[in-house]
């Protein structure tokens, strides 16, 4: 999927982290990491869901895709040991039917 966000074309990618967390990343035109959405911890997200890293330079972005109900926010949480990261789920299905 791609998303535009601050007059880019970035790509929506999942993949998985090396213990099955689902990781998710947005990479410029040219293929390049633009920034990594997800964060991995130890607690396994719900099904279909990963750990959003909402915080410093990933504020804004985060911010602007639940906004654009790209990802929607579970509710749940978990401490990282200095933030918090919030459970999310990508709407892309929903988002392609619009």
């Known amino acids: 999927m791609v ?54 330079e990933n504020e804004e972005i985060a911010e602007y895709m639940v906004s654009k109900k790209i990802i929607k926010l579970t509710g749940r949480t978990k401490s990282t040991g200095y933030v918090i990261a919030k459970e999310a789920i990508l709407y892309v299905k929903d988002i392609d039917n619009e």
């Open 3 to 56: 998303v535009e966000y601050d007059g880019q074309k970035l790509d929506l990618l999942e993949t998985k982290y090396h213990n099955g967390n689902k990781a998710v990343v947005l990479n410029d035109s040219e293929g390049y990491l633009f920034c990594t959405l997800s964060v991995n911890l130890e607690s396994m997200p719900n099904q279909d869901c990963f750990w959003l890293k909402d915080w410093s």
